[in-house]
């Protein structure tokens, strides 16, 4: 069965936010839309989506572009289910060891960011793998999708010695180029972990399905405890193949691909 393509926000979200004159433009596979100037995004969690809005409005990193949360017209910055950004020019491409760099800059300057409340509130199939990849809890992971080498390799987990702090766990993919203008995010995917595992989520995912070269491993290996960030990180993308309902055989060859690269670090 073909997924129905993502509705456009509508016409009274785009007034909220001053952009009703423009013509959604869908940016890429979704759902991101852009409006002229404004990038628009539909939200499950106001609570999430208001923190991530203050948090971006109040973020600065040096060499990273951050797409500026909008408020709408009466202040908020949730209007019927959707968040504005301010546009930002660029496109995600394969310069996986610039996405890392940009995730350890990132992360240094989130570095005493309060961890949000509904990080503990969070039951969606991200959290449950997050926390079955940290060993915190058990999830029905499917065998054939992931859960059968989940559980040969989380035999080689250990726990990691690294402060945990608010960090962006899905910056593959979402960190924008624009020739040499400094990389951008328009968004923040929250997780508690070490900027180290969130470093190594890029490189298991870059490994898994961006083609990156199996030397990205090993060019970042002098960060703290990284063999052991890095199986986490690939035992949390293990997870999150094992419980997604979209997950394919097809996808999980490249985690397959990625763990041969890094269970022999």
Same mark, same amino acid.
């Given at each position: 069965?073909?997924?129905?393509p993502p509705?456009?926000?509508p016409?009274h979200?785009?007034?909220?936010?001053?952009?009703?004159?423009?013509?959604?433009?869908?940016?890429?596979?979704?759902? =991101?839309?852009?409006?002229?100037?404004?990038?628009?995004?539909?939200?499950?969690n106001?609570?999430?989506?208001?923190w991530?809005?203050?948090? *971006?409005?109040?973020?600065?990193?040096?060499?990273?572009?951050i797409?500026?949360p909008?408020?709408?017209?009466?202040?908020?910055y /949730?209007?019927?289910?959707?968040i %504005?950004?301010r546009?930002?020019d660029?496109?995600p491409?394969?310069?996986?060891?610039?996405?890392?760099a @940009?995730s350890?800059? =990132?992360h240094?300057?989130?570095?005493?960011?309060?961890?949000p409340r509904?990080?503990?509130?969070?039951?969606?199939?991200f959290?449950?793998? +997050?926390r079955?990849?940290?060993?915190?809890?058990?999830?029905? *992971?499917?065998?054939?999708l992931?859960?059968?080498?989940?559980?040969?390799i989380?035999?080689?987990r250990?726990?990691?010695? *690294?402060?945990?702090?608010?960090?962006?766990? +899905?910056?593959?993919?979402n /960190?924008?180029? %624009?020739?040499?203008? %400094?990389?951008?995010?328009?968004d923040?995917?929250?997780?508690?972990?070490?900027?180290e595992?969130?470093a190594?989520v890029?490189?298991?995912? @870059?490994?898994?399905?961006?083609?990156?070269?199996?030397?990205?491993?090993k060019?970042w290996?002098?960060?703290a405890?990284?063999?052991?960030?890095? =199986?986490?990180?690939?035992l949390?993308r293990?997870?999150?193949?094992?419980?997604?309902p979209?997950s394919?055989?097809?996808?999980?060859?490249g *985690?397959?691909?990625?763990a041969?690269h890094i269970t022999?670090?």
């Amino acid at each position: 069965m073909t997924a129905s393509p993502p509705a456009p926000p509508p016409q009274h979200v785009r007034a909220a936010f001053g952009a009703k004159d423009s013509v959604p433009e869908l940016v890429g596979n979704g759902p =991101l839309w852009r409006c002229g100037d404004t990038a628009l995004r539909p939200v499950t969690n106001p609570a999430e989506a208001s923190w991530v809005a203050q948090t *971006l409005t109040e973020l600065h990193v040096p060499d990273l572009r951050i797409g500026r949360p909008l408020r709408a017209s009466d202040g908020r910055y /949730v209007v019927g289910g959707w968040i %504005a950004f301010r546009h930002l020019d660029g496109r995600p491409e394969p310069r996986y060891d610039e996405v890392v760099a @940009a995730s350890l800059r =990132l992360h240094k300057a989130t570095a005493d960011l309060p961890p949000p409340r509904f990080l503990t509130l969070r039951a969606d199939v991200f959290a449950m793998a +997050d926390r079955a990849a940290a060993g915190e809890e058990e999830a029905p *992971l499917t065998p054939g999708l992931g859960g059968r080498l989940f559980d040969v390799i989380s035999g080689a987990r250990k726990p990691l010695n *690294l402060r945990a702090q608010v960090v962006h766990g +899905d910056l593959f993919g979402n /960190v924008l180029f %624009a020739g040499d203008a %400094a990389p951008g995010i328009v968004d923040f995917t929250a997780f508690h972990r070490p900027p180290e595992w969130a470093a190594g989520v890029v490189v298991v995912d @870059a490994l898994a399905w961006g083609g990156a070269d199996e030397g990205l491993p090993k060019r970042w290996s002098h960060l703290a405890e990284w063999p052991q960030a890095l =199986l986490h990180a690939l035992l949390f993308r293990l997870a999150v193949h094992a419980l997604h309902p979209r997950s394919t055989e097809q996808s999980m060859r490249g *985690l397959e691909r990625a763990a041969r690269h890094i269970t022999t670090l």
